[in-house]
């Protein structure tokens, strides 16, 4: 960590961390996020990246090769990489090293004078389940990658106590799958105030690292930093050869992490999901919730799916609770209660963007992912289908704060 830091006058508005865990069958194609951060930075000086980068790929002269396993640490600003470690490969699905990781780039975002502090967790991810997932299989789990980031904020206090009030203001997930209801609730208790993540599987090298520059543009407008965030990724287009070109995603969003927006999110689904279960036992409620849950198509909408995938149970919140408010078979108190659960959720989506025909899933239409999903399993084989393998979409704050457990024994 940096000692002594004297803060001085900075042109510098955003610091960006890079969290790149390479250690598998993406890091050849995501080191691109990281020439992107060059480029972007040399176009806009008020973005400094603060990169931890563990990979087999290294620099031999202009080119770029594979060898052993090691972590790079260093920053890119204008244009230029600066302040080079090289050392032994980081156990980057462990917690203790994210949350070392979220103090240096705080540290640097202290000594740059930055306004902002954003982390992009760039790897394989998997929703509830966890992400960060490295060469054996092994993921964070998805409460101790926020549990990280809030000990990562807590390290930089207690090492700089004059300050203490920076913290890490968004996350970006360049991961498959999370963009949560679970992860939003995690991430905001630990102090993050906004997310920008898919709902659904992103095709690497995934969310364009040129982002940083939206969000150091519409420092002071949050829905105009999301509305740019989510147009930025949803325009990209990346060159996949004989294959043409592809997006990153079929659905990106920027949700709003407000503790209100979210503990106001909190109570209603969890009046829906109790109301749903004191009312299960009445004639035909379990048979329109079941129909309502089966009709919302879960993620990872890809023509090669099979029914073993873990994460078709991940399904769009808000399109789920709007079913269940318009189906006339349900009591008007619980078409009430579903109506004001989707509206909350609605609430914490600053922009959104998707597609109704995405091509790179064979033409899967995405027109209802529209917001964070919701751990919505209809069949019990769906309820933690990974749980062998040690990840539990249901081990989690969320899960339980809400009695989700009494909307899954209703429709699974």
């Not at 396993?69 to 990489?81: F, K, N, R, S």
């Not at 969310?207 to 420092?219: F, K, N």
């Not at 991940?314 to 006339?328: C, H, K, Q």
Request: overall charge negative; some cysteine; proline content about 4%.
């Amino acid at each position: 960590m940096l000692q002594n830091v004297t803060v001085t006058p900075s042109r510098r508005s955003l610091e960006f961390g890079i969290y790149r865990d390479g250690d598998n069958n993406l890091d050849a194609i995501q080191e691109s996020t990281l020439s992107q951060a060059l480029r972007t930075s040399a176009r806009d000086a008020r973005i400094e990246f603060t990169v931890q980068d563990t990979t087999r790929l290294r620099a031999e002269g202009d080119a770029i090769v594979s060898g052993a396993l090691h972590t790079e640490q260093y920053t890119i600003a204008d244009g230029d990489v600066a302040r080079v470690q090289l050392s032994r490969a980081h156990a980057m699905s462990s917690s203790a090293n994210l949350a070392r990781f979220v103090a240096h780039t705080l540290d640097n975002a202290q000594a740059s004078g930055a306004k902002q502090t954003w982390i992009d967790l760039v790897d394989h991810g998997g929703g509830d389940g966890g992400g960060l997932e490295t060469g054996d299989g092994r993921v964070m789990a998805m409460p101790d990658i926020a549990r990280a980031i809030a000990r990562g904020v807590e390290l930089h206090a207690q090492e700089h106590p004059e300050d203490a009030a920076r913290g890490i203001d968004g996350v970006v997930a360049n991961q498959c799958l999370m963009d949560t209801m679970g992860f939003a609730d995690a991430l905001s208790h630990a102090g993050v105030r906004y997310l920008a993540a898919s709902p659904e599987t992103m095709l690497a090298p995934g969310v364009p690292s040129d982002v940083a520059h939206a969000i150091a543009t519409h420092e002071n407008d949050p829905r105009a930093m999301a509305k740019a965030v989510t147009a930025d990724v949803m325009r990209t287009k990346y060159d996949a050869g004989d294959l043409g070109r592809f997006g990153p995603a079929a659905a990106f969003d920027v949700l709003d992490l407000a503790p209100a927006k979210i503990e106001r999110a909190e109570e209603a689904i969890k009046r829906l999901n109790d109301d749903v279960a004191t009312e299960a036992g009445k004639t035909g409620v379990r048979a329109a919730v079941r129909d309502d849950a089966r009709a919302i198509d879960g993620m990872v909408r890809s023509p090669e799916r099979t029914k073993d995938m873990p994460w078709q149970a991940d399904r769009p919140a808000i399109a789920f609770y709007d079913t269940l408010a318009s189906d006339g078979r349900l009591d008007g108190e619980l078409r009430g209660d579903a109506s004001a659960a989707g509206d909350a959720v609605r609430d914490l989506v600053l922009a959104h963007r998707e597609s109704d025909d995405f091509e790179p899933f064979g033409g899967s239409d995405y027109s209802d992912a529209a917001g964070p999903t919701v751990h919505l399993p209809t069949d019990r084989r769906e309820i933690d289908p990974w749980a062998d393998a040690g990840v539990k979409e249901t081990d989690n704050d969320f899960y339980r704060n809400v009695d989700e457990n009494e909307m899954t024994r209703v429709i699974a």
